[in-house]
């Protein structure tokens, strides 16, 4: 699709393959991709663009199936530019396309417990907009302010309220862009901090499949928390508990199959299209359903186009 694209500092390019950039590594073309050379580039970007044409904001890929039929608009990238992380007064400030595992490292080298972050795949950016969580904790409950740049080009800061976390949720506002966020933790000293991230990678690398090309958890966990990974965590209303009872545990189509390791999470194994990835995700939420009653959500985010030539 053509458009009148605005000039850029940052880097346009047109009809650009979307898979090298998620981590299962599917997915059409963007018809462009847009990498911001900073917020202000990106604030007089979308400012120009003509309104009727999506954007889509783009983080590292960990929790995404772009469609083999590609993304029609502009696919928004940050870059380098977004990545700082810097410690202050007890705050935590990170560019949104900073790593969640990097922003947890930095904090707990200054003493700021951010662990919950290290085994999250994905970028600040993400993380706010899904209020990530894990082991108990979620970014809303460290959450102090956003920045973003709204559609029509505006910068703004986004307080926990104007944000309405939930579980795995938010309500940023349609097409704008995250590009910082603040923290707080509490405060602890750094040796434990990092003896807590190493048992927390540890306790991932066990029951998760790391090696794998994955998106982290497929589906929500109908309890509407997720684990705590304490003892006594309660797993009757767990998505991954809900799909080894349907039987569906490595279960495959094509490419794509549901981990023999941990059953919610679903795995491009060789090969896989996009289509195989949500196909197989959708014949598992109507078989959980037929067994348990309950109807699975995606926790993956889908976009983009189904080519015409699949079943998807």
């Keep these: ?28 073309p963007a018809d462009w991709l847009f990498q911001p050379a900073d917020a202000e580039d990106l604030s007089a970007f979308l400012a120009a663009l003509d309104p009727v044409v999506p954007v889509f904001p783009m983080g590292v890929g ?5 469609r083999d039929g ?19 007064d007890g705050l935590v400030r990170a560019g949104a396309a900073a790593l969640d595992a990097h922003v947890a490292r ?32 979620y970014v809303a409950d460290h959450f102090v302010e956003a920045t973003a740049i709204l559609r029509d080009g505006r910068a703004t800061r986004l307080s926990a309220e104007a944000l309405g976390f939930g579980y795995r949720h938010s309500d940023l506002p349609e097409g704008a862009v995250i590009t910082g966020a603040v923290f707080r933790g509490a405060r602890a000293e750094p040796e434990a901090l990092a003896a807590r ?10 029951t998760q499949p790391v090696k794998d090309r994955s998106a982290g958890s497929t589906f929500r966990n109908p309890a509407g928390f997720s684990s705590t ?3 006594d965590d309660v797993h009757d209303l767990k998505a991954w508990k ?4 349907a039987g569906l545990r490595g279960a495959r189509r094509g490419g794509a199959q549901m981990s023999e390791k941990h ?46 030539d699949t079943d998807a």
């Design 1 to 28: 699709m053509t458009y009148d694209l605005p000039p850029v500092r940052g880097t346009l390019t047109p009809n650009r393959p979307l898979a090298d950039l998620t981590w299962l590594r599917v997915g059409g």
């Design 62 to 66: 960990s929790n995404l199936i772009v």
């Design 70 to 88: 590609g993304i029609r608009g502009v696919v928004i990238r940050l870059g380098r530019g977004f990545s700082e992380i810097s410690v202050e």
């Design 106 to 137: 930095k904090a707990a080298e200054a003493g700021i417990d951010l662990t919950f972050l290290r085994t999250i795949p994905g970028a600040i950016g993400g993380a706010v907009r899904m209020n990530a969580g894990c082991y108990g904790s």
């Design 197 to 206: 991230m190493e048992e927390q990678l540890a306790r991932r690398d066990a």
């Design 229 to 231: 990974g304490r003892a």
């Design 242 to 245: 809900l799909i080894d009872e």
């Design 263 to 308: 059953p919610n999470f679903l795995i491009n194994a060789g090969g896989a299209t996009a289509a195989d990835l949500e196909g197989l995700g959708e014949e598992v939420r109507k078989r959980v359903f037929q067994i348990s009653g309950l109807t699975l959500q995606w926790e993956i985010m889908r976009i983009g186009d189904v080519r015409p």
